[in-house]
């Protein structure tokens, strides 16, 4: 069965160090990648979408890679806040319509 | 801009009740998403509306659920009878549809549903 895998311990890392985000899945061939921000209370945040025929992405602080051969996506924060503090979530999508599936997130908690 | 809007926030009600949550979507996007939320089975789609027709409803867990979307700006979700498991987050969310390009969606901020 379809399966997507992501930490799910919390990620504890000092202020202005690099947080790295691993999203592994099995069964399954996506053609796109998103993550998402959640804060407590709040709904999801798209954060950032990669291609399948794409092996990085950037934008500000934000890095992705996909690696299809390895089945694998990672999520980076370089140079992280306290404020990036949140849940991080990873959604494949096949390209046949517009549906996500959603990994289970992992939290991160970025101390001062 | 407003967001996707959803109410209630918070309802709180006993086994048996009819639950009614309700979604406005972005003005202008096409595709509606229903979500629910809990601990042990993380973030699921429960149904997925594109133009106000239902597209998936394989995610809707049993007939007690049902989803209808009557025009562009408003969708509903409907659980009767509800029961203690149903208690969790529901989100809504919503995409402006560009054919088999992937779109990001944009959640509400939920409705936290607790069945007594």
């Known amino acids: 069965s379809q399966k997507i895998e992501q930490n799910s311990e919390a990620l504890n890392i000092q202020e202005g160090k690099t947080a790295t985000l691993t999203c592994n899945y099995t069964?399954?061939?996506?053609?796109?990648l998103q993550w998402y921000r959640q804060d407590p209370g709040r709904g999801p945040v798209f954060l950032l979408l990669?291609?399948?025929?794409?092996k990085e992405k950037r934008k500000e602080r934000l890095k992705v890679t996909f690696d299809t051969t390895l089945k694998q996506s990672l999520f980076h924060i370089t140079a992280s806040q306290p404020a990036d503090s949140a849940t991080y979530l990873c959604?494949?999508?096949?390209?046949?319509?517009?549906?996500?599936?959603f990994g289970g997130g992992t939290r991160l908690m970025v101390k001062p | 801009d407003a967001g996707v809007i959803q109410s209630p926030r918070h309802e709180v009600t006993e086994m048996g009740q009819e639950v009614t949550l309700r979604c406005k979507p972005i003005?202008?996007?096409?595709?509606l998403f229903w979500y629910r939320q809990t601990m042990m089975r993380g973030l699921e789609l429960l149904i997925y509306f594109n133009n106000n027709v239902p597209i998936d409803d394989s995610g809707m867990p049993e007939d007690r659920f049902s989803a209808k979307m009557p025009n562009a700006s408003f969708s509903t979700l409907k659980i009767q009878p509800s029961e203690p498991r149903d208690s969790a987050v529901y989100f809504c969310?919503?995409?402006?549809?560009?054919?088999?390009?992937?779109?990001?969606?944009?959640f509400g901020d939920g409705t936290r549903l607790s069945i007594l």
């Open positions: 990669i291609r399948e025929n794409e």
């Open positions: 003005s202008g996007h096409n595709s």
């Open positions: 959604a494949l999508e096949d390209g046949a319509g517009n549906m996500l599936t």
């Open positions: 069964n399954y061939s996506p053609a796109y």
């Open positions: 969310a919503s995409s402006l549809s560009a054919g088999r390009e992937s779109q990001p969606q944009h």
